[in-house]
């Protein structure tokens, strides 16, 4: 689900005044939610693309196989150590390495653990902070039907929705928890359900101080 997010990074080089000019349009919206849909605009250059936002600056980490594990982040703090490598791995799922970091004006991280994105076969993690119900709508719109929660599978979580079937056969989650919304994919398979939940449970652990 998060493939056409990842083509923003490119198209900014080019697309810059194009992408100012429509957010100056959407100045009524929410600055998450607004910032997923500028990104259409801009992606609207290439043939048949659309995107919701990617960074305006990247961090490129060595793509290697890392056993660390994440750590509780404050607010301000670097999303992406929420989770880390081994997380994935002791969840089950292999693969995962150091994360390619893209993060956005309103503070949203983009964490790509493996692959491109997460819509293209790879494990991908993104957080955010603020407007906690437009961007959560946002993102569960851009997920495909998602399949509600029970408030018992996730302690913690004030909304939280899986796709087992999402874009390019990924199994996804979008979480919110106060303030804080974040959402989750990785290549589907029988136990995914169960990994995302525990996964997100680690964040909801590690992120309490964002809610």
Do not use: W
């Amino acid at each position: 689900m998060f493939a056409k997010r990842h083509l923003v990074t490119a198209i900014l080089l080019v697309g810059a005044a194009t992408v100012a000019a429509a957010c100056v349009s959407d100045s009524t919206a929410s600055p998450a939610a607004t910032a997923h849909r500028t990104a259409v605009v801009a992606a609207s250059h290439v043939a048949g693309a659309s995107a919701t936002p990617r960074a305006s600056s990247a961090t490129h980490a060595p793509s290697i196989v890392s056993t660390a594990t994440g750590v509780p982040v404050a607010l301000g703090g670097n999303l992406c150590s929420l989770l880390g490598p081994g997380d994935f791995a002791a969840a089950g799922i292999s693969g995962a390495g150091a994360p390619t970091i893209n993060t956005d004006e309103n503070g949203g991280h983009y964490c790509v653990y493996s692959g491109t994105s997460g819509g293209t076969g790879g494990i991908e993690f993104d957080a955010f902070t603020g407007d906690p119900v437009g961007t959560y709508q946002t993102i569960a719109g851009e997920t495909g039907s998602l399949t509600e929660l029970a408030s018992g599978d996730l302690p913690g979580a004030d909304q939280a929705g899986v796709n087992l079937n999402s874009t390019g056969g990924m199994a996804a989650i979008v979480v919110r928890s106060g303030q804080f919304i974040f959402d989750m994919s990785f290549p589907t398979n029988p136990q995914a359900r169960s990994q995302l939940i525990a996964l997100a449970a680690l964040v909801l652990q590690r992120g309490s101080a964002l809610m």
